[in-house]
């Protein structure tokens, strides 16, 4: 297995202001991440229009689809067992009265490292969206702008309670 740091994108260069004049040509992902995968159901329709909406501008294609759907099913699951949890507690008593860790919480636990992953190769943590830094540069002349008009443009967080309200992981 290869050692050492993985390779930035070119994108990412471009958007930190580190990039050489002559990078490798790289492979770049084809098409759109408009329409979620049909097996969704509605739950993960609507973390799916979130992410969507909220990814890190110019950086997800269609080829990114299938990561992009292993997080949003993720992130569902994710709440779906904590809510589980919270209903039953974090620990469940068998017939014979031994106690052991609901399951719930288990599958909590892998989806919280899933999404973890997930969030850092896909640039959806602040560790990650910092490396995309605020340069004025634009990726290869196919953004509509800088990166501080693009962000200009998006509309504000709203509050808490909104966030919550739109949030699958809440209750409803």
Known sequence: MKRGPKPMPRALKVLRGTSKKKLPVEPEGRGDLWDPPSYFDAAQKKEWSRVIE???????????????????????????????????????????????????????NRQALLISRLCASLGFNPTSRASLGTSESSFNGSAPGSLADFTAKRPKPGSLAEYEAERPDFDN
Not at 80 to 104: E, I
């Open 54 to 108: 909220n990814a890190p501008y110019g950086i997800l294609t269609g080829t990114d689809r299938d990561a992009v759907a292993a997080y949003v099913v993720a992130v569902v699951e994710y709440a779906k067992a904590v809510r589980a949890v919270r209903k039953d507690g974090q620990l469940m008593t068998a017939k014979n009265g031994t106690p052991f860790q609901n399951p719930s919480l288990g599958i909590a």
